[in-house]
């Protein structure tokens, strides 16, 4: 049975080293379904290109003069939203990784990734995956574990700031609850401000994504967005 050919993927290059960037370009075009169809000094370059060339994955530095790689995965976010950004960095830095993931960036991959890695993973990103190189996805994974070691959970509050914040995220006001609990507005006023100090969040939509993270209440339950 004859195999289908790939699907052309066109990237767009992205460094502000010359060298590293014809070195990135040459790799790619060892394989025939990946076509360079521009290269890009910056992140503002790359905008401008991208406007017109609509590459489906971008390949860019994380650090580069004027728009770095960060701020670039952010804009195309905005402006070129079928394009995948893929960040290519010597660091492998927590930070960096956290930046990344929250810049929108769908790829994070080390300069010293073998070619065929970074082909493996320029393949997954254009098929919809968010991809990291190995020792990238470690550094995220001890990462995530750490941060929800320490996040603040359900089980510090006491139980009737747990009812309160339960209310809250019901879309009670605090009138409502006080009558509901028989206590003064301004009781519930103190336990708001003690649910909020706690978890370090400071508004009801926050408490309500925390409240259904924690299985406190339901999808279904009539809250506020």
């Known amino acids: ?34 076509k360079v169809v521009g290269e890009a000094a910056d992140g503002e370059e790359a905008m401008r290109q991208a406007a017109d060339l609509k590459p489906d994955l971008v390949l860019a530095d994380i650090h580069m003069p004027r728009m770095d790689g960060l701020a670039l995965a952010e804009a195309m976010q905005q402006s070129l939203p079928t394009a995948r950004v893929v960040i290519l960095s010597v660091h492998n830095k927590p930070d960096y990784i956290q930046r990344a993931i929250r810049a929108g960036a769908r790829g994070y991959v080390l300069k010293d990734t073998a070619p065929e890695q970074l082909v493996a993973i320029l393949e997954r990103v254009y098929a919809g995956e968010v991809v990291f190189s190995p020792d990238v996805a470690r550094v995220a994974l001890d990462q995530m574990v750490a941060v929800r070691g320490k996040a603040p959970g359900a089980a510090q509050l006491s139980p009737r700031e747990r009812d309160v914040l339960v209310r809250i995220a019901e879309g009670q006001t605090n009138q409502d609850i006080a009558r509901a609990l028989g206590v003064s507005v301004r009781t519930v006023e103190t336990h708001r401000e003690r649910v909020m100090r706690k978890l370090d969040l400071h508004s009801v939509a926050a408490l309500t994504r925390f409240a259904i993270r924690q299985g406190l209440i339901s999808l279904d339950a009539d809250s506020p967005a």
């Open 1 to 34: 049975m004859t195999r289908a050919p790939r699907r052309t993927i066109r990237v767009l290059v992205v460094d502000d080293h010359p060298v590293v960037r014809r070195g990135l370009v040459s790799c790619l075009l060892e394989h025939g379904h990946l």
